[in-house]
């Protein structure tokens, strides 16, 4: 038990508890009960490590999530980050933190992973880095995929929070693990091959309202397509290093 980290997962639950939310769990048995896996899960929300880490509990395990360094820059949130041994990554220079991981994982810990590395506004799987397979590579241990559905109803991107009673459904399953093998590229094609199959997958039996804003397009929703999603990304990434460039 961790000091830090099991209260924080039973405030957690609480929370939810409190939130109403309605979790559906399928493949937690593919989580090892030792050793180290690269987790991957899809991004569709700012909730989802959250979630993400229950699935692990089963096996009374912890996830090292890799986060974004403004989130440890945070006089609240990083504190809160470093106490629970997560992973900052300076987006601008990454060898730092990707190495960081691949000890985490040589020593037998879980570190999660958004192969995304930013939330789709699509709700569809985006085109993947290859950093999760470099580090499955270089540590020698498999990457586990995880995929999650209905975070996006809770927050996420250019919508506001909904962080009340809503009853919210929310579907994780967790899929075989998959041994590493090169080329990394290769294996990052399996790796965004399997959660796109496991995402149709949990859709399946997910009721889905017409015309949402957290319904894919594909689905009948109002979503952006994944095409016009990225374009939307593009020009927002586009727009901070004008900024970033500006003296």
Not at 15 to 33: C, M, N, S, Y
Not at 188 to 194: A, G, S, V
Not at 209 to 220: F, T
Request: net charge neutral.
């Amino acid at each position: 038990m961790e000091p830090v980290y099991f209260p924080i997962i039973g405030l957690a639950r609480t929370v939810f508890a409190l939130q109403g939310l309605k979790f559906t769990v399928t493949g937690d048995e593919h989580i090892p009960a030792e050793g180290g896996a690269v987790i991957a899960i899809n991004h569709t929300g700012y909730m989802d490590f959250t979630y993400a880490g229950l699935p692990a509990r089963t096996t009374k395990r912890y996830i090292r999530f890799m986060a974004k360094k403004e989130v440890f820059d945070n006089s609240i949130s990083g504190p809160i980050m470093r106490a629970l041994k997560h992973i900052p990554v300076d987006r601008s220079a990454g060898a730092d933190s990707y190495r960081e991981a691949v000890n985490r994982l040589k020593s037998g810990e879980l570190v999660g992973v958004y192969p995304e590395a930013t939330i789709s506004r699509s709700f569809e799987i985006k085109e993947f880095k290859s950093g999760a397979a470099r580090m499955a590579i270089e540590a020698d241990v498999p990457i586990i995929p995880m995929v999650i559905w209905g975070a996006q109803r809770v927050w996420t991107k250019g919508f506001p929070k909904r962080l009340g009673r809503t009853n919210t459904p929310i579907s994780i399953k967790v899929g075989e693990p998959i041994q590493p093998f090169e080329p990394p590229q290769a294996l990052t094609d399996k790796l965004h091959t399997t959660m796109q199959q496991m995402l149709l997958d949990v859709q399946q039996g997910y009721e889905h309202e017409p015309g949402a804003y957290w319904v894919p397009a594909r689905l009948g929703g109002s979503a952006p397509t994944l095409e016009e999603a990225n374009a939307m990304d593009a020009a927002e990434a586009a727009e901070k290093a004008a900024k970033r460039a500006q003296p």
